[in-house]
């Protein structure tokens, strides 16, 4: 099993300990990408793609994983963006 399809059966599953990078490979593997607005713009992030709702999110430090309320948030957004079929 490729790691994007682990990533995403763990986010499926709503894992508590998902990681920002793993959220950043998964993004990737959807076809978004990183913009960081710029130098100035701290911990904020903007995840962006083509055919898909833009993502603006908070760089969790100093731990590396991702707050609750951000994994609810995303599995909503694949739900609806049309990434899940559940």
Same mark, same amino acid.
Request: aromatic residues 12%.
């Given at each position: 099993m490729s790691r994007?399809? @682990? /990533?995403?059966?763990? %986010?499926?599953?709503k894992n508590?300990d /998902?990681t920002?990078d793993?959220?950043?490979?998964?993004?990737?593997h %959807?076809? %978004?990408?990183?913009d960081?607005?710029?130098r100035?713009s701290?911990?904020? /992030?903007?995840?962006?793609?083509?055919?898909h709702?833009d993502i603006?999110?908070h760089k969790?430090h100093p731990?590396n994983t991702? @707050?609750?309320y951000?994994?609810n948030?995303? %599995?909503e957004?694949? @739900?609806?963006?049309?990434?899940?079929?559940?």
């Amino acid at each position: 099993m490729s790691r994007w399809k @682990k /990533i995403e059966e763990k %986010y499926k599953r709503k894992n508590r300990d /998902i990681t920002f990078d793993e959220m950043v490979t998964l993004l990737n593997h %959807y076809g %978004y990408e990183r913009d960081e607005k710029g130098r100035t713009s701290g911990s904020r /992030i903007r995840f962006t793609c083509e055919n898909h709702a833009d993502i603006l999110m908070h760089k969790p430090h100093p731990q590396n994983t991702l @707050k609750e309320y951000v994994v609810n948030d995303l %599995y909503e957004l694949f @739900k609806s963006e049309g990434f899940w079929n559940e």
